[in-house]
């Protein structure tokens, strides 16, 4: 019955129109109440432990490196970058907004921020060299939520402080599916792109190559310091997101000189305002994990599925069903913050190595991202690009298709995340 009051009050309070971080906490209320130990007490305790933790202090400062980079030139020159270096091969600049969100991705692990600026800058380069919009618009959102799988990764220190799993190993194991996932956007990319008439933009010489390189060294150093710290012990992933806005800020404003002292309040703001949303939310979360845990509810879910137990491999894709489907209706830190504290449990019972199910959750809700009805990329991706929501919704379809068709490859043959996972470890 405690799972019934779970559910009912959740989805009933979101039905309404109540903002998630509100209905999380409605949540954790009614569970209280129908376990007979309300007390306000417990609500303020947990939403205060829930913000009181050393290592979500990476999420602002990792936020603040990502408005940084947009804002102080580092996403203008790797892209212009990723365009010396494949901008003349057929379908080139669809492969170029692949190896920019890469590359993007390394540094601020915002899939919003990354998306917003790729569409910036390449929807209207794609449109005027032919290509079809809707389609370009729809891969560029799907090299978006590449950010939150490549570390460093908002989405894995939310996971990792809610799972209490290793953080730095969630980074390390997040590497190579986040590189498969860019790898099959370009395959896919150039089968949907065959037959279009487009322009090939000219191929850069050497010496311009090497120049473009130049301009975009410093933003390409900066996923090297990051993930070189974290790797060889030198900085913890809380202490990597200081040392990443303290460089974005350098770069922005000395070398590259495009940040100018009188934008630094408005950027700052807008990395605080970013902040308190997912803070709260994290802080609400906590409310009703903590409940979640009292009222027994993973034991009474695993009841459910017992039967899957023993049978890992099939457990996993039930559960990546699930939440496939959650994430549709659901943003992404919601989605973890929700479901981690039921699943978890049954994970650990299953065997399952957290970290690898760790991974392909946050890549599950990645693609949530990309799923109306919120499919919030996409939003962005229609604001940014001036491109109708509907036909951006068209646009994404093969390389929705294709994302999902990774999630399945993981599934399948789980050593693709854990053998490198462990040797980066």
């Known amino acids: 019955m405690t799972l019934v009051v779970f559910i009912v009050s959740l989805l009933g309070a979101m039905a309404i129109g109540v903002p998630v971080a509100f209905s999380l906490m409605f949540c954790g209320v009614m569970l209280m109440w129908y376990m007979g130990m309300f007390n306000t007490?417990?609500?303020?305790?947990?939403?205060?432990?829930?913000?009181?933790?050393?290592?979500?202090?990476?999420?602002?400062?990792?936020?603040?490196?990502?408005?940084?980079?947009?804002?102080?030139?580092?996403?203008?020159?790797?892209?212009?970058?990723?365009?010396?270096?494949?901008?003349?091969?057929?379908?080139?600049?669809?492969?170029?907004?692949?190896?920019?969100?890469?590359?993007?991705?390394?540094?601020?692990?915002?899939?919003?921020?990354?998306?917003?600026?790729?569409?910036?800058?390449?929807?209207?380069?794609?449109?005027?060299?032919?290509?079809?919009?809707?389609?370009?618009?729809?891969?560029?959102?799907?090299?978006?939520?590449?950010?939150?799988?490549?570390?460093?990764?908002?989405?894995?220190?939310?996971?990792g402080v809610a799972a209490n799993v290793s953080i730095t190993q969630l980074f390390m194991a997040g590497i190579v599916p986040g590189l498969l996932m860019g790898i099959a956007l370009v395959l896919t990319w150039l089968i949907v792109v065959r037959k279009d008439k487009v322009e090939t933009l000219p191929r850069t010489d050497a010496k311009e190559r090497l120049r473009a390189t130049g301009r975009a060294l410093w933003a390409l150093g900066m996923p090297v310091i990051i993930l070189g710290g974290i790797k060889m012990g030198v900085v913890t992933p809380t202490e990597a997101a200081v040392v990443a806005a303290a460089y974005a800020l350098f770069v922005g404003m000395v070398i590259y000189r495009e940040l100018k002292p009188r934008e630094l309040p408005a950027v700052i703001l807008q990395a605080a305002k970013t902040t308190a949303v997912i803070m709260f939310l994290v802080c609400a979360a906590l409310v009703s994990s903590w409940l979640i845990t009292a009222a027994n509810i993973p034991a009474e879910i695993t009841g459910f599925i017992s039967p899957l137990i023993d049978r890992p491999m099939l457990l996993m894709f039930v559960i990546m069903l699930v939440v496939l489907v959650v994430g549709t209706a659901l943003d992404l830190t919601p989605t973890i913050l929700i479901l981690t504290p039921v699943l978890m449990p049954i994970i650990k019972q299953a065997g399952i190595d957290p970290v690898y199910f760790g991974v392909l959750f946050i890549m599950n809700t990645c693609i949530g991202l990309l799923t109306p009805p919120v499919g919030v990329v996409l939003n962005v991706v229609s604001g940014v690009g001036r491109?109708?929501?509907?036909?951006?919704?068209?646009?994404?379809?093969?390389?929705?298709?294709?994302?999902?068709?990774?999630?399945?490859?993981?599934?399948?043959?789980?050593?693709?995340?854990?053998?490198?996972?462990?040797?980066?470890y």
């Not at 790797?78 to 669809?94: S, W």
């Not at 919704?393 to 462990?422: H, M």
Request: charged content about 10%; hydrophobic content about 65%; aromatic content about 8%.
């Open 41 to 159: 007490q417990i609500i303020a305790q947990n939403m205060i432990a829930g913000a009181d933790t050393f290592t979500l202090l990476a999420i602002p400062f990792f936020i603040l490196a990502g408005e940084l980079m947009n804002a102080g030139g580092l996403s203008r020159r790797i892209i212009d970058f990723a365009i010396a270096c494949v901008g003349h091969i057929r379908g080139g600049l669809g492969i170029v907004a692949i190896m920019a969100a890469v590359i993007m991705a390394s540094i601020s692990g915002s899939a919003a921020a990354d998306t917003a600026a790729l569409a910036a800058i390449l929807i209207p380069m794609m449109a005027k060299a032919g290509y079809n919009v809707p389609r370009s618009a729809g891969l560029i959102a799907a090299g978006g939520v590449i950010a939150p799988v490549i570390p460093p990764s908002m989405a894995f220190i939310v996971f």
């Open 387 to 424: 491109v109708p929501l509907g036909k951006v919704t068209v646009g994404v379809w093969p390389f929705l298709v294709t994302q999902v068709l990774v999630l399945l490859l993981l599934v399948l043959f789980p050593d693709i995340v854990l053998v490198p996972a462990r040797w980066l």
